[in-house]
């Protein structure tokens, strides 16, 4: 019989956990490689920002979520042009490239593939017992 652990969320959402704990550090340290190689700015807020653990998994009620907490001018690095409308010559796309890129180029199938390999793991030979098992 199975146990009832193993179908209820929050042994889901340790696993969910784990990845998006793993997503989070691959995304600042993606963004931290991008601004010391292509941006080099005066004041150094964009750095002490990419250099800590400024991300956290909070998992409540049944939810994971990831929260990256970033400077609000990190959104303004991805424009092309400036406000006057002239081309930039530093444009490195370091948050909508990376953060999206990331997610659905890494998490997405984490998740998927992590899940249902865990679900391999730990009820295939349950249900095989189950139905091999005379009653």
């Given at each position: 019989?199975?146990?009832q652990s ?36 005066q004041s150094?807020?964009?750095e ?7 991300f ?9 979520q ?9 959104r ?16 490195v796309q370091i ?9 659905y ?5 984490a998740?998927?593939y992590g ?7 730990n009820?295939?030979g ?8 005379k009653v």
């Open positions: 019989m199975l146990s193993f179908t209820k969320k929050p042994f889901f959402n340790q696993q969910v956990a784990d990845i998006f704990y793993s997503a989070g550090s691959g995304i600042l340290a993606n963004q931290r490689y991008l601004q010391r190689t292509f941006l080099h700015r150094g807020n964009l002490r920002m990419l250099g800590g653990r400024n956290n998994v909070i998992t409540s009620s049944g939810r994971v990831l929260i990256i907490n970033y400077i609000s001018t990190i303004f690095l991805d424009l092309k042009k400036t406000a006057m409308g002239k081309k930039k010559r530093n444009y948050y909508n490239k990376v953060l999206y890129g990331f997610l180029g890494r998490t997405y199938p998740l998927q899940l249902w390999e865990n679900i391999r793991e009820y295939t349950k249900l095989e017992a189950g139905l091999n098992s």
